[in-house]
């Protein structure tokens, strides 16, 4: 069992370039989400995807979007990085609102 | 809107001291649900406990117990005699309409 996978792990992208960051889940979770974690900020919420065809903004959504490809995937894409974008990106899933998975991060890096 | 506060940032105790992580929330939501997860050094994102908002028992699982109160919006996590492994971020994390909110974290030290 994979559990939330996350692709890629590193990326170094040039302020103005654009990049997808990819995540599928294969527990057959309802519920997506994205956050990004920045020293001493905790994790905050960019986006959830409550069921197959849903989105909504979360804490932080300006400079993002997401895409609820189907039930496994959810992508999040920055159309025009920009340096206060660096940071660790998670995906995670949930079924029903029990606990959360977690993928195994996204560290990001925008020069 | 839901928020999560953890006030404490670092706290440091000597190993087999019991240490507690303070946690406030609030939402307008009457049905939630509270988690604790643990973050280690090498960054991944640990579950240890769930507890939705209509039980307030409180329960010891091994070094971890937690306290839910509902009167004053909080539900305090800890670990008893604490061990080196444990040293760790742990956030606390409220789940309302679909929502999953996570506190700034505490960073724990555990000093040999």
């Known amino acids: 069992n994979a559990g939330v996978t996350q692709t890629p792990k590193f990326q170094v992208l040039k302020t103005g370039q654009s990049m997808t960051l990819q995540c599928a889940q294969d527990m057959n979770h309802n519920s997506m989400y994205w956050y990004r974690q920045d020293p001493g900020m905790g994790l905050r919420l960019i986006y959830y995807?409550?069921?197959?065809?849903?989105?909504d903004k979360g804490e932080v959504p300006n400079g993002y979007n997401v895409s609820r490809l189907n039930k496994r995937e959810f992508s999040l894409r920055l159309e025009s990085a920009a340096p206060s974008q660096t940071s660790v990106y998670f995906c995670a899933s949930s079924y029903d609102r029990a606990e959360a998975f977690f993928g195994q991060g996204t560290r990001l890096t925008v020069v | 809107a839901q928020k999560v506060t953890q006030a404490q940032t670092e706290i440091s105790v000597v190993e087999k001291e019991d240490v507690t992580l303070d946690c406030v929330y609030e939402?307008?939501?009457?049905?939630?649900?509270l988690f604790w997860y643990k973050q280690p050094p090498s960054g991944e994102l640990v579950f240890l406990i769930r507890r939705n908002s209509f039980d307030e028992q409180n329960e010891i699982s091994g070094r971890y117990s937690w306290n839910f109160q509902k009167s004053t919006s909080s539900f305090n996590f800890t670990i008893t005699a604490s061990q080196v492994v444990d040293s760790a971020v742990y956030f606390c994390a409220l789940e309302g309409n679909n929502r999953l909110a996570f506190g700034k974290g505490n960073q724990v030290v555990v000093i040999p």
């Open positions: 939402t307008r939501d009457t049905t939630y649900y």
């Open positions: 995807s409550a069921s197959e065809g849903t989105t």
